[in-house]
């Protein structure tokens, strides 16, 4: 039933474990983002060593699921090394696993060293945002037995930002020459072709699929047209049959659409978060953690999937 609908309402996408805890449709999972970088392009974001303990406390409380771990910034940026990476971020997996033992703890990275040495200090998942650019992640993820986020960017290299990217059109006679709205069917079609095949490799090398997240990756390798027909087209993406993974937080289609900077995407995210929601998303990226939660327990349960934590209006 992934990816159907059913009384008007989109089936539940699939179920997410990991390290032995299943999250099913009443509990969309919400990973905070906590970033050990002085040049995140959200700077409340930024955090140094003392600033990633306090922020990671802080989303424990608002109602975080998942840490998201990162040490370099996406975009362009000065170069950071291997070395520096698990510098900044494998202390920190460290801390956060001995503090917040409940806590799942994932690791955003690219690389399979950093990956490796995030395994070994305790990760339950990689962050693989850059789409299999190092190919031996996902092995690190099978030899742990830990889960992997499968991602797409139109094949963009690590650190590197769009310019004029084009999909083939799903239907030529759609749009017009240089209509930037298009080919918007194309971008679905290379999305779930692409995290089709790289999720299928992960459950190949032995990972659990409820442990394989597909990310259609907004903005990375799109312009805004494609991120908006993404959010709109998520139930492509259900039918996959692995969990969906949204990053949608604050991100430049958001900013775009409201001509809005950074600081003032809140709610053009949730707008977005709640669309993704209600057609079956499951696990939400973001820096904004109890708006996010509450956000997205008022989609399920408006979906029908969670009962309300107080119902006592009419009845009593």
Request: charge should be negative; include cysteine.
């Amino acid at each position: 039933m992934t990816g159907a609908v059913i009384g008007g309402v989109p089936a539940a996408g699939a179920d997410v474990r990991l390290r032995g805890r299943t999250f099913g449709p009443d509990r969309p999972v919400v990973m905070a983002v906590v970033n050990r970088t002085p040049d995140s392009f959200y700077a409340p974001a930024r955090h140094d060593e003392a600033g990633a303990d306090a922020a990671v406390a802080r989303a424990v409380e608002e109602g975080a699921d998942v840490v998201d771990l990162g040490g370099v910034r996406a975009g362009r940026g000065p170069r950071v090394d291997a070395a520096e990476e698990i510098a900044r971020v494998v202390p920190l997996v460290e801390r956060v696993r001995a503090r917040h033992p409940d806590l799942l703890v994932s690791v955003d990275t690219w690389r399979s060293e950093v990956a490796r040495a995030a395994a070994l200090a305790g990760a339950d998942l990689l962050n693989d945002t850059w789409a299999g650019h190092d190919p031996h992640l996902v092995e690190v993820a099978a030899e742990f037995g830990i889960g992997v986020v499968c991602s797409h960017t139109g094949g963009a290299r690590p650190r590197t930002d769009p310019l004029r990217v084009e999909y083939p059109r799903s239907d030529p006679g759609v749009g017009g020459p240089g209509d930037p709205r298009e080919p918007l069917d194309g971008v679905v079609d290379d999305v779930v072709r692409v995290l089709a095949a790289a999720a299928a490799r992960a459950v190949g090398l032995g990972i659990d699929s409820a442990s394989v997240l597909v990310d259609p990756t907004h903005d990375f390798g799109k312009n805004t047209w494609h991120s908006l027909h993404l959010v709109r087209r998520t139930q492509a993406l259900v039918a996959l049959g692995y969990p969906v993974l949204v990053a949608l937080s604050r991100k430049d289609f958001v900013g775009e659409t409201l001509d809005l900077p950074p600081d003032e995407r809140l709610e053009g995210t949730l707008a977005a978060t709640s669309v993704a929601a209600w057609l079956g998303a499951r696990v939400f990226r973001a820096h904004d953690v109890r708006a996010t939660r509450r956000t997205l327990d008022m989609v399920a349960a408006v979906r029908g999937d969670a009962v309300p934590a107080r119902a006592v209006r009419g009845l009593a």
